[in-house]
């Protein structure tokens, strides 16, 4: 029986990747090569040393732990002043609809997210206090596909991991999902996100029923 519902931020709740795509390309055209969209599907739901690491792969480069530190700070100064100017119409259609509904029966609502940015991002667009718990980047070790973000959102959230459900838009996050014994519902793309039990493409036409009925089906 799903009690509860863990959600991933990026792409599932508001669209930051655009301010990340944004930062490492301006970070990549400093130090001299191209970072191209395609490019950035590698970044998706991956933490920023390791999305770090992709970056300077892909522009044949490499440095040392201290100078890697400084670049990730110097991507991570200009996503925030990104996110600093975002409001709350740039949460995803229908997204504050389904939480209301979440809300309505009683169902815990969690935040898994690799950002350690995330408490911000939910400040700035109103939703901070819409979660029973949140587990970002500053509480876990392991980034995805390791499960320890969800795990952790169950745990605080008073819940099994087959009692919860996660939505997620990244190829990792389904992994992390599923290694972690817990339902999961792509929100995207189907053939990125195959390996969740479903694919939706966003929350405008699902709604708790939905969630509901997928108790027999996954």
Not at 14 to 37: I, Q
Not at 63 to 69: A, D, I, L, R, V
Request: aromatic residues 8%; proline residues 3%; negative net charge.
């Amino acid at each position: 029986m799903i009690r509860g519902c863990i959600f991933d931020l990026d792409g599932v709740v508001v669209d930051t990747a655009k301010y990340h795509y944004l930062a490492w390309k301006r970070l990549a055209k400093e130090m001299g090569f191209d970072f191209t969209e395609q490019d950035n599907e590698r970044l998706k739901g991956v933490s920023r040393m390791r999305s770090l690491d992709i970056l300077l792969e892909i522009g044949g480069m490499t440095m040392g732990q201290e100078e890697k530190e400084v670049m990730a700070t110097k991507k991570n100064d200009w996503y925030r002043e990104y996110i600093l100017k975002m409001e709350p119409d740039e949460i995803l259609p229908g997204v504050q609809d389904f939480f209301a509904e979440l809300k309505n029966e009683g169902m815990k609502i969690a935040l898994g997210s690799a950002s350690k940015n995330a408490v911000t991002i939910l400040e700035q667009i109103g939703l901070k206090d819409t979660f029973d718990a949140i587990v970002d980047g500053t509480k876990v070790e392991k980034a995805k596909p390791d499960p320890e973000v969800f795990l952790k959102g169950a745990h605080e959230i008073g819940l099994m991991p087959e009692e919860c459900v996660v939505f997620e838009d990244a190829e990792a996050g389904v992994e992390a999902a599923k290694s972690g014994k817990m339902k999961c519902v792509g929100v995207g793309d189907p053939e990125i996100l195959g390996k969740a039990d479903i694919v939706i493409p966003g929350f405008q036409d699902f709604h708790l029923i939905d969630l509901q009925q997928l108790n027999t089906a996954l």
